[in-house]
């Protein structure tokens, strides 16, 4: 598999198109975010504020942007148009929203990139992640970071080990694909374009565009004795 960004994302659908210019893996750009930020951002506020969301000096919200009470944007962030950044949300440093995107109720943003048009919820954590042009995430849905050995993320597919260089690496997540939900995806995890998680599945590793992972039960049913 190619693990280019052009194989996952649509640069047409984000206003950053630089931080992946010279990158060879997907990966690559969220090494750059910070350094993007620190020399491109110039802080405004072009949206609106339902009650008193706390946002902080280095942050830039777009035209349309609506921003409830009891959001906090820690920045440095840039936040396109058109965005619901709604109560209970928490955009901590060095993160890079497109237009039109959903950041939900109890969701967590650090380190990452979301294209326009993503669907981030509902109770969601994303941290040091890719998600491209309306990818879209269940309620409960896990990008885990760090593996617990504190290592660096090693991608493992078709017998090849490739070490990524990054000890925090949630997943890439590819163009309209979509993640039931909770469902947990591991650290290092690559999802390419318009591919379907079912809910409550544990994933890791790499699915190549266009495929379904389903997960199934098995259950039981039996009468429950009455009790005296």
Known sequence: MNFHPSTFFDFAQTDHRTLFDNAEYAWEPLKQIANYLQFRLKPAMLGSCLGTPYIG???????????????????PAWIGDNCQIR???????NVVIGNGVVAGNSCEFKNCILFNGCEVPHFNYVGDSILGYKAHLGAGVILGNV????QNIVLRHD???????LRKFGAIIGDKTEIGCNSMINPGSILGRNCLIYPLTQWKGVLEENHVVKTTQNQTVIRRLARS
Not at 63 to 73: K, L, R
Not at 159 to 165: A, N
């Open 57 to 75: 000096p280095s942050v830039f919200v777009g035209q349309g942007t609506v921003i409830e009470h009891g959001a906090c944007i820690k920045g």
């Open 87 to 93: 109560a209970g949300c928490y955009i901590r440093e």
């Open 147 to 150: 593996k617990l050995d504190r």
């Open 159 to 165: 017998g090849v080990s490739l070490d990524t260089g």
